[in-house]
């Protein structure tokens, strides 16, 4: 597997591909959901959903999709320069003007691919990286939060610093290259140098669609690794939306072959992320989602029967491991998971055999009375069939001999 937090920078994760036209895009971080998955040197290069990624980096993931959704409104007070302007409200993401751009018009709207001119450094002074020339989509989760939700709020030529606290910056984790320790407070110079409209999907080239899908997509697993999920859901979702759309311009069935392997993967992300966040019935649908595409795909098989036992659903869990197992008879962790769920599901089996029982009474007490009680009966039934018919005998028999006396 590809360590994506190693080479994936979560700085330039837009910078290889062009962006995407947004219009009727809309966040999938409301329908955001993930999991436990096998081992990932047998796969691709997919985030590790077999082992938990860790707790995250603090960040609540609705207050998250509020601060990356809720963009600059005609209601944003304008900073004056050379002030602080307290961003989130909570003092931890400050950005002051150093110097002016051309005016609050001129701000960047989300969706359209920016071009920035970044210095990062610790809030002590040591330089971390400089970038003359980072490109990324606007509100894509393409940057760590700090960037994404401040350069909505600059003017075009525009240099300002920014201070951010590690929550909206690496987390926990930190970064390896370059090298951020975890939970960082860091200072970011930033110019604002362009700002453009993304792309039309239709007309884009099938290999630039490809590259930019990929791009999402890792993006996803570097969100997935740091225990973003939900941001997780939202690149995923953004990767999908770029491999389903429609293509006015002609592609070969190589290029949809690619295309259709990096749908299937972010499905799979998908329903690693969306059982991570509990959402069961979600994961699900990714797996089954997955599965129309590839129906031997032992990851979505694998995550199926465990999303399935989740719900109670034994019997089919069962099943669908059972149907991985047979594609991969080596795989220890299916083997595993398997032998685990069966047992799981003898002693529920077992558990609700005595909850019967009890429920209507010992069976086999019930019908030995049963039995007991008709044989009594049956006996008493021989016994004055017996008395009767000695009784009519002795009738008869005083007839005859009454009849000869006559």
């Not at 751009?101 to 450094?121: E, M």
């Amino acid at each position: 597997m590809t360590d994506t937090s190693e080479t994936v920078d979560p700085h330039q994760s837009g910078d290889s591909a062009p962006g995407m036209k947004k219009s009727g895009l809309t966040s999938l971080l409301d329908s955001g959901e993930d999991f436990e998955m096998l081992d990932e040197e047998e796969f691709d290069d997919e985030p590790p959903p077999l082992e938990d990624a860790g707790g995250g980096d603090g960040i609540d993931p609705d207050q998250s999709k509020r601060k990356e959704t809720d963009g600059p409104s005609d209601s944003d007070p304008q900073q004056p320069a050379d002030e602080w302007l307290d961003v989130l409200g909570n003092g931890l993401l400050k950005k002051k003007v150093l110097h002016a751009g051309a005016g609050r018009d001129s701000w960047p709207q989300k969706g359209q691919n920016v071009k920035i001119h970044l210095k990062t450094c610790l809030m002590d002074g040591t330089p971390v990286e400089e970038l003359p020339e980072l490109w990324f989509t606007l509100g894509d989760g393409d940057v760590i939060q700090a960037l994404d939700l401040t350069v909505q709020l600059m003017e075009m030529g525009e240099t300002a610093l920014i201070h951010t606290d590690g929550k909206y910056a690496y987390g926990a984790r930190g970064n390896l290259d370059p090298e951020i320790p975890s939970m960082a407070e860091l200072s970011l110079e930033v110019k604002l140098l362009e700002a453009t409209d993304a792309p039309d999907l239709e007309l884009m080239p099938p290999p630039q669609k490809i590259t930019l899908a990929t791009s999402k997509r890792e993006r996803g697993n570097v969100h997935y690794q740091r225990g973003d999920y939900a941001f997780a859901v939202n690149s995923y979702g953004i990767a999908l939306q770029i491999t389903e759309s429609s293509s006015k311009v002609d592609i070969s069935p190589e290029e949809e072959n690619q295309l259709m392997d990096v749908k299937v993967k972010c499905f799979n992300n998908m329903a690693a992320s969306q059982l991570k966040l509990d959402h069961h019935d979600a994961a699900l649908k990714s797996c089954v989602s997955a599965l129309a595409h590839e129906p031997e795909n032992v990851k979505a098989l694998f995550r199926m029967g465990k999303v399935l036992a989740l719900q109670g659903e034994y019997s089919e869990a069962i099943q669908t491991l059972r149907k991985a197992l047979k594609l991969e008879p080596s795989n220890k962790t299916i083997h595993a998971e398997l032998s685990k769920l069966v047992k799981k599901h003898s002693e529920q089996r077992g558990a609700e055999q005595a909850m019967y029982k009890k429920m209507l009474g010992n069976p086999s007490s019930s019908s030995s009375t049963h039995k007991h009680q008709a044989k009594s009966t049956w006996g008493f039934s021989w016994k004055w069939l017996f008395g009767a018919t000695a009784v009519a005998i002795g009738g008869v028999a005083l007839s005859v001999v009454i009849a000869a006396r006559n």
